[in-house]
């Protein structure tokens, strides 16, 4: 065979099995880190920060804070990530609050519905900066003075 078929033909095969075994349509993503957000409770915003890490043994371990509760670093449970699909749930509170929700194509965001008891509401969460960031740019502020690129270099 010439190369002017053998081209061709080997380019037929690539889009052939490409069609056959295509691309994941769900991506993997990446639930690590700081996340920040709200359920909506019927227009009143409950706001929420969660923080996840990925184990050695590959399962998840996180925790939520719900400021106007009261409640901080509570542990989460069941978390898992398939595909785009997020679930976990707050471990040790009555009523079995579960957050099951969809990262966004970009996977800066997740939004669905959280369960408790009878109720199911709204929710949305978005990547955040980590508290460890935060504390770190609190003690080392920007002076007066300095011009923005010397400020950045603080940080």
Same mark, same amino acid.
């Given at each position: 065979?010439?190369?002017?078929?053998?081209?061709?033909?080997?380019?037929?095969?690539?889009?052939?099995?490409?069609?056959?075994?295509?691309? &994941?349509?769900?991506?993997?993503?990446?639930?690590?880190?700081?996340?920040?957000?709200?359920?909506?409770?019927?227009?009143?915003?409950?706001?929420?920060?969660?923080?996840?890490?990925?184990?050695?043994?590959?399962?998840?371990?996180?925790?939520?804070?719900?400021?106007?509760?009261?409640?901080?670093?509570?542990?989460?449970?069941?978390?898992?990530?398939?595909?785009?699909?997020?679930?976990?749930?707050?471990?040790?509170?009555?009523?079995? &609050?579960?957050?099951?929700?969809?990262?966004?194509?970009?996977?800066?965001?997740?939004?669905?519905?959280?369960?408790?008891?009878?109720?199911?509401?709204?929710?949305?969460?978005?990547?955040?900066?980590?508290?460890?960031?935060?504390?770190?740019?609190?003690?080392?502020?920007?002076?007066?003075?300095?011009?923005?690129?010397?400020?950045?270099?603080?940080?």
């Amino acid at each position: 065979m010439t190369n002017l078929v053998r081209k061709p033909l080997i380019l037929l095969a690539c889009l052939a099995l490409l069609a056959v075994f295509g691309s &994941p349509s769900d991506p993997i993503q990446d639930l690590a880190g700081h996340w920040e957000g709200a359920i909506d409770l019927s227009g009143a915003k409950l706001v929420i920060d969660l923080d996840f890490a990925k184990q050695a043994d590959g399962t998840w371990k996180g925790d939520i804070s719900i400021p106007a509760q009261g409640g901080e670093d509570l542990p989460l449970a069941n978390i898992n990530v398939e595909g785009a699909d997020v679930v976990f749930a707050i471990a040790g509170v009555a009523g079995d &609050p579960t957050f099951k929700g969809k990262f966004s194509t970009d996977g800066a965001k997740i939004a669905g519905q959280f369960s408790q008891g009878d109720q199911t509401f709204p929710f949305e969460l978005g990547r955040g900066e980590d508290p460890a960031s935060q504390v770190k740019r609190m003690k080392y502020p920007c002076l007066c003075g300095l011009n923005a690129m010397s400020c950045k270099q603080a940080k």
